[in-house]
């Protein structure tokens, strides 16, 4: 009987560099124990890489002359009965086997590690599983669900909305299988949007997950009760001059927030792994991460932009196989505070290459009045720097800092 790696390499020598791209997103060269498929797998990713396509003669003539990878040795791999339409099962079963070595050798080294880390590396071993198993679908079911999504903005319903509208109008709402990175300097509102958006989805009844690594649960409860009530953050946190009146607001408030589907975790130094398993066991419509340059990464990265870099492709790896929206706030470095015209780039974020080559979408917030006293204090700009499905631009928006709200600047005044 074929092993799954034989009926994988099999299938991918009887297809076409197409589906190749298709199914090597699923798995790579390491996936593969056999020295020999390992080599077969890397030479046809390297044909595809430089834009050609290969068939069994000309996987036979790149290895001409070895000693194991014969033509004979490549036929045999062929499965006549076999389709490269098998390859998913294949890679599910294979996918399926390293998960169960991966359990194995994690918990055999119970003795060597900690019981946190045995959870946090039990939690990415099974992320990655999830990661690695073809999605089934139908061409026919998702050409409707695009259809009916189409129709649906077309009469002006939006499924996520960032509740602000000149933002919804430039970017059309938030979007399934999409990131979003909100950066900007310190103080200038990236949190209180997150939060603004965060509210806005739970008032419509959806299921918020939002990871705080930054503040901790309490400060960010206190966010969304002067979200709500509309009492200063100062006086709210401090608890000082607080009216009985104001008290009975907030005790209304809580109540509210109380029946609303939000999860706030504040564990320190989490995981993408541990994201992506809350999410399914909350069953989370949104995840909102406060920020990634506070997450851990299970990998051994040495320098913080590979380290970024690995963390923001695993948010967006998480966001496609979710099938829902991801915000992601970034910090970002003091380039604008040395420029004269202090708008803030892409350049800017921390770790700005890979994260911009992997977020769907790149808000940078600008707050005019921190660097110009002079300037409306509350006023602010969102650049929407990238936007993989539609145009940049600015909105520009009202910001009440008080009450960390935001909101459509009215003819461009408050």
Known sequence: MRTAEERIIGGLLTGTSKEFKIYA?????????TEAYQAIFR???????????????????????????????????????????????????????????????????????????????????????HGGVPNSWQIEEALQRTLDRVESRMIGEQEFIYGIPEMDRVLGGLH???????????????????????????????????????????????????????????????????????????????????????????????TVGEIYNQALDTKADLIIVDYLNLMASNVAISDEVGK????????????????????????????????????????????????????DNIILLYWEHKYDMTRPEGVSEAIIAKQRQGPVGIAPLSWRAEILRFGTLQGGTL
């Open 25 to 33: 997103n699923q798995i790579d060269a390491n996936t593969f124990k």
């Open 43 to 129: 030479r046809m990713e390297a044909l595809v890489m430089e834009g050609k396509d290969y068939d069994l003669s000309v996987i036979a003539h790149e290895f001409k002359g070895d000693h194991i990878i014969t033509p004979e040795f490549l036929i045999g791999l062929i499965d006549p009965g076999a389709t490269p339409h098998n390859t998913p099962n294949a890679i599910a079963t294979l996918n399926s086997e390293r998960f169960r070595e991966n359990i194995t050798d994690i918990v055999s080294r119970k003795m060597q590690v900690t019981t946190g880390e045995i959870a946090s590396q039990l939690q990415d071993a099974v992320w990655r599983y």
């Open 176 to 270: 399934r299988k999409e990131t979003t990175v909100i950066s900007a300097r310190p103080g200038t509102g990236k949190s209180s949007l997150a939060m603004n958006i965060a509210y806005t989805q739970l008032e419509r009844d959806k299921k918020v997950l939002y990871i705080d690594l930054e503040s901790g649960d309490e400060s960010m409860l206190e966010r969304f009760l002067c979200r709500i009530t509309g009492i200063g953050i100062d006086t709210i946190h401090q608890g000082r001059n607080l009216t009985a009146g104001q008290l009975a607001k907030l005790a209304n408030a809580a109540q509210k927030l109380k029946d609303m589907p939000l999860t706030i975790n504040d564990r320190a130094a989490i």
């Open 308 to 359: 970024l870099g690995q963390m923001s492709l695993g948010l967006h790896e998480a966001s496609k196989n979710l099938n829902i929206p991801i915000i992601i706030l970034a910090q970002m470095n003091r380039g604008p505070e040395n420029r004269n015209d202090h708008r803030p780039t892409i350049a800017d974020i921390r770790g700005s290459g890979k994260i911009e080559e992997h977020a």
